[in-house]
């Protein structure tokens, strides 16, 4: 931390110096600090896009991007963008989540994604200090001196290798290296990896759901996620109607805190779970209403029209029943996860059903 801290004053000040000179009036060295502490920013953005493009390149599945306050989602075509606060104590300005297809090996696409970020800030603070070279000295060249020294600032803080509240691309680096051709991996991420390259919740082994249920919160929410899943897949609208006992009963195990902090992932769930109980009970009360489920299912676009759908498939609208389920298809058919698309394909085809003969499957 000391050196990290050492590279962003000592590259700080040098930078500052170049705006304090050529683009503030001399004096204002304060100033001319926090403008070039403004740069960090967009130098955050480039970092994350460096992992981004590196994961996209080794052909991981990046499923998360978060810079600073925007949270985006990439899609099949184009992203889907929202402010969002970072999660209190990551210790973060930035990550990209991604995953590897798990028929290939992990270590060297993980490799690659670590080193991308830094590596893109180095690549950018050559560049920007080679065309402000070649520039005559003014405003023009100070930005991009300033510029390139943040970026060289992010890519070089990031290479030293820290743990601590927040670890390192440095660290990790060395972690990865040290594995070679193997990477250690956990239920979680085996869970993960399989659903995004394909595997329905059905066809994920059960030791690693037995697993994530009894590790700490969240991931027994998420066994019971898949769990929940795999048996709509089934279309035992039953028993996913009878796990919502079960999900009561973890949620008042937790306090409000701890609640809220999952709220999205809980709230997800309930939807769910509520759509299971409505395709049992042919009831479509148990759904929530509308304005509820476009506010808690920014993460799952697909599942409110489909819960619309439901709804009026059962009130017998089958014009609306359509629309909705046109709707849904157009959201999962754009998600990464091939698991979504694949269990979204059969649960249309079960509202559908629903719609035709007046009656679910229970």
């Not at 500052?16 to 060295?29: E, M």
């Not at 409110?304 to 959201?331: K, N």
Request: hydrophobic share 45%.
């Amino acid at each position: 931390m000391a050196l990290q801290f050492l590279i962003f004053v000592g590259l700080g000040i040098y930078g500052a110096s170049f705006l304090d000179r050529y683009v503030l009036s001399p004096g204002l060295a304060p100033m001319a600090l926090w403008l070039w502490m403004l740069l960090l920013i967009p130098g955050i953005a480039i970092h994350e896009a460096g992992h981004y493009l590196a994961a996209k390149w080794k052909g991981m599945c990046v499923l998360h991007v978060q810079v600073l306050c925007l949270q985006v989602l990439p899609r099949r075509r184009g992203v889907r963008m929202r402010w969002r606060r970072m999660p209190k104590g990551l210790g973060y300005s930035g990550f990209v989540m991604a995953f590897c297809d798990p028929s290939l090996p992990r270590c060297p696409a993980r490799i690659v994604m670590t080193a991308g970020g830094p590596g893109i800030n180095l690549f950018c603070a050559a560049l920007l200090a080679a065309v402000g070279a070649g520039l005559p000295e003014g405003s023009v060249s100070a930005w991009l001196f300033a510029f390139a020294l943040a970026n060289a600032s992010i890519g070089l803080q990031n290479l030293v290798p820290s743990k601590g509240r927040m670890v390192s691309d440095g660290y990790r680096l060395i972690q990865l290296l040290a594995m070679r051709r193997s990477a250690e991996s956990t239920p979680y991420t085996r869970l993960i990896e399989h659903s995004l390259f394909g595997a329905t919740a059905d066809q994920l082994p059960e030791r690693d759901l037995n697993a994530l249920e009894e590790q700490p919160a969240p991931m027994p929410f998420v066994a019971l996620w898949y769990r929940v899943k795999a048996a709509q897949i089934r279309a035992a609208w039953s028993s996913v109607a009878s796990l919502r006992e079960q999900f009561e009963q973890m949620q008042a195990a937790y306090e409000p805190a701890q609640r809220e902090a999952l709220r999205e992932l809980l709230q997800t769930l309930s939807i769910e779970i509520a759509f299971s109980e409505a395709m049992s009970a042919r009831d479509p009360d148990y759904l929530p209403e509308e304005h509820e489920v476009a506010r808690e299912t920014w993460m799952s676009p697909h599942l409110g029209p489909r819960c619309l759908a439901l709804r009026a498939a059962l009130a017998g609208e089958s014009v609306e029943c359509t629309h909705q389920l046109r709707l849904s298809e157009s959201f999962a058919e754009n998600d990464v996860d091939i698991s979504v698309r694949r269990g979204e394909r059969l649960l249309r085809g079960y509202t559908v059903s629903c719609a035709a003969s007046g009656t679910a499957q229970a």
